[in-house]
């Protein structure tokens, strides 16, 4: 069977994502890989979540994915600031879609999918020569644009648990370089 060059990371919530994903981006740098995109990380005040913090893998450049307060549009009790995502998130998928050898996505859930500017960046990504490692919400099949994702051919679907997640980096990782286009 061929190798797909898209990996979707999937799980319940805290069980260790983002950190896998990070993980990976290390294994990356080490083998002299350039790794970009898209990252994003609970901010809290007190011992309580009020937001989450998107980063730019490459440029370092950090903005507000959403944050408690009044607004539209919303997910709970977070206000999604899609001025920010579109700057931040969907710019570093642009650029590393452009500049880097893997492309990095976190994450596919329903927050992002309010911009239309970050669906598209997705698909470019994902049909992109480029591997993408992305995670994508747990309940990404109740959504369309989350089915669209899934029911691609070039994507594999691998579920965090508490039984893998430290063994994943690594395995993701060598899918991933598997996945590389070959240089000209």
């Known amino acids: 069977m061929a190798v797909r060059k898209n990996v979707l990371v999937t799980g319940r919530p805290g069980i260790g994502k983002t950190t896998v994903v990070l993980k990976v981006a290390e294994i990356l740098r ?7 995109g898209m990252v994003s990380r609970e901010v809290r005040r007190g011992g309580v979540r009020v937001g989450f913090l998107l980063r730019d893998l ?3 450049d950090e903005g507000y994915l959403a944050r408690v307060g009044a607004g539209r549009p919303r ?27 893997v492309v990095i996505i976190d994450e596919i859930g329903p927050m992002e999918n309010y911009s239309r500017r970050f669906r598209s960046a997705v698909l470019e990504a994902l049909s992109s020569p480029k591997p993408v490692l992305a995670t994508i919400h747990v309940r990404a099949r109740r959504d369309p644009f989350g089915r669209q994702v899934l029911s691609r051919n070039d994507c594999e679907l691998i579920e965090v648990t508490f039984s893998n997640r430290n063994s994943l980096p690594s395995r993701i990782a060598e899918k991933l370089c598997q996945a590389l286009p070959p240089p000209l």
């Open 58 to 60: 490459l440029t370092g």
């Open 75 to 101: 997910v709970g009790k977070y206000v999604v600031l899609l001025d920010e995502l579109e700057r931040v998130g969907v710019g570093a998928i642009e650029r590393a879609i452009r500049d880097a050898d």
């Open 30 to 36: 080490a083998r002299g890989l350039v790794v970009g």
